[in-house]
């Protein structure tokens, strides 16, 4: 039985593990990223990863997701925020099977995780189907016929850029949106809060944190009414950490979304959470893998 290493690199950690052939997790570890030090440290740490496996066990395949925008033909990135210095164009694929002779594949972070749900998650069987990332911007994922939608230059649904009345949709509904309000109501710092926080205190009352996840959920309805106008999807499916607060959540985005789409759509479009969380990127990344391989 085949086992790959799945790899998932993300701003603040590198998360890997493995992953057989009956898609079981079989392992899962994590490791800072210290993203500060650029792209040439984190292709450094993904190779230690990779000969510390192969020196136990021999394995099927490397399997890459990461932040950023991935040419997942030739496997390498070619954007990058400056929070990764130095990231675009490092070329994961090319290094990896010259260094190992194992074949290896590489996706963006956020087209991983929406394929994880697709494949076995939350939109199992979905046609077509919208995967949105809520944290500290806000990324999207296109899927048809269980395929992520690329685009004519691999920058399809970066809907976080899509321009709503007061601003980009990442910077009125992403969960640093939702931080920087509330503290901004309490005249405070921002490092005072957290999701977490603001929805413990909105149960206990506080009326500036309620008011902040309103206009939140009011953004994201406008923000998720607008990509289903123009992609029309089956199902629309949410992940990131805040969204771990479905029961508060799921029936103010429901109410915000039927508010800004037509009865139509609204009644045939669904809206689900996400099934895989810390895991997403590693699983995604295992049948991005197996889908360029065949």
Known sequence: ??????????????????????????????????????GPEILHKVKGIVARYLEQIPVAGVCISSAGMVDPDKGEIF???????????????KVVEETFAVPCEIENDVNC?????????SGKGANIAICLTIGTGIGGCLLVDGQVFHGFS?????????????GAFQDV???????????ELHDEEPTMWNGRRIFKEATEGN?????????????LGQGIANICYVVNPEVVILGGGIMEQEAVLRPRIEAAMKACLVPSIAKKT????????????????????KNKQQ
């Open 207 to 219: 009326a500036r944190c309620i008011q902040g996840i309103d206009r939140m959920v009011n953004y």
């Open 154 to 166: 691999n920058s399809a649904c970066e809907v976080g850029y899509v321009y709503l009345s007061d």
């Open 1 to 38: 039985m085949g086992k790959y290493i799945a790899i998932d690199i993300g701003g603040t950690n590198i998360k890997y593990g493995l992953i057989d052939d009956t898609d079981t997790l079989l392992e899962a570890h994590e490791i800072p990223t210290e993203a500060h030090k650029g």
């Open 270 to 289: 669904k809206l689900a959470f996400a099934y895989y969380q810390n895991t997403a990127g590693m699983f995604g990344a295992y049948y991005h893998f």
């Open 113 to 121: 995780a929406g394929l994880a749900e697709v494949m076995s998650g």
């Open 79 to 93: 954007y990058a925020g400056p929070q990764i210095p130095n990231y675009a164009g490092t070329q994961f694929k």
């Open 173 to 183: 509904a992403s969960t640093t949106a939702l931080v920087n309000y509330v503290a």
